[in-house]
Each structure stands twice: as structure tokens, then as C-alpha cells.
């Protein structure tokens, strides 16, 4: 009868043991020479959610290629919070110059060891979002990621301000030359001899021979 009692106070001082979980591995502390290798968790662009201009995760639909599954999906709606400020243009040509982007794509945005910016046609997309994402995140071939330098505000400056490069006056240049009668009539006046954050507004009479 003692036998079987002391089996039974065994098997019932098991169970209570077994019953008994540890304490969790990830809820134990680390010592503080540990603590200090754990690495850092890297804080995710809010692409100016913060600003309260967007709605979170806005920018994560902003298409950078044409092609598209099926239907074409709706754009988002992002607007240029520099739009309408009258200086936002003058701004963004100050911070052109500053930040040498006219090193790579030339005085005026005329391209160079950068792909042109006086037209409308761009790799990743011509919208206001489409070039303020180049801006931010860059692009292969040189195009550096701005957004973790930058604030906000000055990459919409340089958004407008490159909005007003590519404000090609297609209309009045036209594509192909003539002679009789001379098409294009006249050409925008180069770089040097005038700065303004409207370069395709200064003209001058073309003179045959010159390439406008």
C-alpha cells in the first residue's frame, strides 16, 4: 500500500513539474552588451504621409510603366502641394543648380550624362508622382535617392520646377525643319545667356544654319 501511495505522489510531483512551462526565450531579457548588437529596425519613408498630404500607402499605386494586366488600373489622385505657390518654380531651379543635377542632365534640363528633362518624355513616368518618386528612391544608371536627404518640401520644388522644363511648346517647335517656309522659326536662347525658371518662354529669331 506504501508503494503504490509513493508512486502515486511521484507521478502527481512529474505532472506539477512537467505542468510548470519556463519562462519564453523571447521574453527573457538579454544581457546589455547583448542588447547593444541587436540591430536597429530601420524606419519605413512615409513618401510625405507624415504631412498629412496622403493617404497611407498612396504611392505604392503610382505606376512607373505603361503596361498594366487587362484594364489599365485608375491613377491615384496625388496632388503637388508646391502647385500654385508662386515662387515653388524659382525655388526648384535654386535647388537644381545647388545640388548639381544640372551636372548630369545640363543647364535647363537639356541632358547630358543624364537623360534630358526639356521634353516630356521620361523613363519612369512624366506625372508630378512619377518624378517626385525618381527623386526620392532614384534610379539605376546614376540617378541618386534624394528622399533620405531631402525634405519633402524641396522635392516638390524640383518637381515643379522640372514640370516647367518639360512644358515643351510642341505646337510651335514642331518635330522637322524647313527652309521655305523656315520651321521652327525660332529657337530658345541658350543657357548662358539667360536664367529663368521659364526657359522655353525666352526665344529668339533662328538663324539658318543653327540647330535650334
Request: some cysteine; proline content about 11%.
Amino acid at each position: 500500500m506504501s508503494a503504490r501511495l509513493a508512486a502515486c505522489n511521484l507521478a502527481l510531483f512529474l505532472f506539477a513539474l512537467a505542468s510548470a512551462a519556463p519562462p519564453a526565450l523571447s521574453q527573457q531579457s538579454l544581457p546589455q552588451s547583448q542588447q547593444a548588437q541587436q540591430p536597429a529596425v530601420a524606419v519605413r519613408p512615409d513618401f510625405g504621409e507624415a504631412a498629412g498630404n496622403f493617404q497611407a500607402g498612396l504611392f505604392m499605386q503610382v505606376p512607373i510603366s505603361p503596361l498594366a494586366p487587362g484594364a489599365s488600373p485608375a491613377r491615384p489622385i496625388i496632388k503637388n502641394p508646391a502647385q500654385g505657390d508662386q515662387q515653388a518654380t524659382t525655388r526648384g531651379m535654386q535647388y537644381f543648380i545647388s545640388f548639381n543635377c544640372n551636372g548630369c542632365h545640363a543647364d535647363n534640363g537639356g541632358g547630358g550624362m543624364g537623360p534630358a528633362l526639356s521634353n516630356n518624355i521620361f523613363i519612369y513616368g512624366s506625372e508630378p508622382e512619377n518624378i517626385y518618386l525618381s527623386i526620392y528612391q532614384g534610379r539605376p544608371n546614376g540617378m541618386p535617392a534624394w528622399g533620405a536627404v531631402l525634405p519633402d518640401a524641396v522635392i516638390w520644388d524640383l518637381v515643379t520646377y522640372i514640370g516647367k522644363l518639360s512644358n515643351e511648346p510642341n505646337r510651335q517647335w514642331g518635330r522637322t525643319f524647313a527652309q521655305q517656309p523656315l520651321m521652327p522659326d525660332v529657337e530658345q536662347l541658350p543657357s548662358q545667356q539667360t536664367t529663368t525658371p521659364d526657359p522655353w518662354s525666352g526665344t529668339r529669331k533662328f538663324g539658318f544654319g543653327q540647330k535650334p
